[in-house]
């Protein structure tokens, strides 16, 4: 490759968002990135009839999308750079909903065929992992951002624990270096945002459920008329895994038990939502503290679409002061927890920067994927 630097185009389809980027990362040494574009089209208001990500609606909006986000990008990038001319195509290839990936792999691979580029096929997970690197240095519509200082090279914070909690996947991960995972245990049923969205949908406010639950809760005063008490499933069991969906059951068994008027009050509504939020975080947290204890770890990244929760962040802050052992904490910004590609775009360029050698020629999709498994 005649530049130094790289231009990397991301794409991102593995639920309802449809999202593109476009970077500029830096010669390797330097480690360095300039975003060009990044966008994202949220198919929230046509989910949330539904309550919940119907896969083939997904699809179609995702078809619809897609071309029109890429040449939206280009344009972008174009007034952005000086060089805007696509070197590398990152493409989301699982975990996540199978129609969708299939959207943005098929579109990877013509775009590759048609510019004789190369693609490198990104795990989900592993890029809500990488996006607790990023800072944003702006407020404009393109989130503008920089690694955050002292973490970019990745020195002195291995072994990793990472809680990925996304409305998908609930994953505890072992990191050992760049690249090596080791899933130390996941949820047996729901995900973490799954038991928040249809636990919201229960109470009527909504999708996605998880913010709607925050705003209730954090509305929670002294004196509510109600008390709600849910379990923290599997909280002392001997192992890393989580089961949401005993705590959705507890919450509707709850809720049918309850008068009309009181199903419906605004102090039901806010006590029920204060205690699935804390349910979730006791367990979450319970379970990552375990994890990094166990394995002496020096860093603890927290990722996905639930850590945008506020309640969540700053109580895992306040549990790690605690502790006797100084442990790094790392969260995404709250505009890089739900999904983007910019994520997709700065973890494939550090496939790139370490020279991470992928068949790029072989890009399937695997609606499985597991972070452990080779792509
Ligand atoms: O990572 P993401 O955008 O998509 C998946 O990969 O699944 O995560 C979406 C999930 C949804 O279940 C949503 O309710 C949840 O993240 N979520 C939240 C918050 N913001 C999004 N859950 C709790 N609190 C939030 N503030
Ligand atoms: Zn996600």
Not at 276 to 283: G, H, L, R
Not at 315 to 343: E, G, R, W
Request: aromatic residues 8%.
């Amino acid at each position: 490759m005649k530049n130094k630097n790289i231009i990397i185009l991301a794409i991102e389809t593995s639920c309802d968002d449809t999202c593109v980027a476009l970077i500029k990362g830096g010669e390797k040494k330097k480690l360095k990135i300039k975003v060009l574009s990044n966008l994202i089209s949220s198919q929230v208001k046509i989910h949330q009839k539904y309550g919940g990500v119907y896969p083939f609606l997904a699809k179609r909006e995702h078809q619809k999308n897609l071309p029109l986000l890429f040449e939206k990008a280009k344009k972008e990038a174009e007034s952005a750079s000086r060089r805007s001319k696509i070197d590398l195509i990152a493409v989301t290839v699982g975990p996540g909903l199978e129609p969708c990936l299939w959207v943005g792999v098929n579109f990877a691979k013509g775009l590759a065929k048609k510019l004789k580029l190369p693609i490198i096929p990104i795990n989900h997970i592993e890029s809500h992992i990488f996006a607790s690197l990023l800072m944003p240095t702006g407020s404009n519509s393109k989130f503008d951002c920089c690694f955050k200082p002292g973490f970019k090279h990745l020195n002195n914070m291995f072994p990793i624990v990472c809680l990925v909690v996304s409305g998908g996947h609930t994953q505890l991960i072992l990191m050992r270096e760049f690249g090596k995972y080791k899933i130390l245990g996941e949820t047996r049923d729901d995900a973490a945002g799954e038991c928040f969205d249809k636990i919201a949908r229960m109470l009527g406010l909504g999708y996605p459920g998880g913010p709607a639950i925050e705003i209730e809760a954090s509305k929670k005063v002294k004196g509510l008329k109600f008390k709600v008490t849910l379990p923290r499933p599997m909280i002392h069991q001997k192992n890393y895994d989580f089961s949401f969906s005993g705590l959705k059951t507890a919450a509707l068994y709850n809720y049918k038990k309850q008068k009309p008027n009181v199903k419906k009050s605004i102090d039901y509504i806010r006590a029920m939502s204060a205690e699935t939020q804390q349910a979730i975080i006791d367990v979450l947290i319970y379970k990552t503290i375990k994890a990094a204890k166990d394995h002496k770890v020096k860093t603890i990244i927290l990722g996905g679409g639930v850590a945008a929760n506020d309640e969540l962040r700053k109580q895992f802050k306040y549990k790690l002061k605690t502790l006797n052992h100084k442990v790094k904490f790392l969260v995404p910004s709250k505009i890089f927890c739900t999904d983007n590609a910019l994520m997709v775009a700065i973890t494939a360029y550090y496939h790139w920067v370490l020279g991470i050698k992928k068949d790029w020629k072989k890009i399937t999709v695997n609606a499985n994927l597991r972070i452990e498994n080779e792509i």
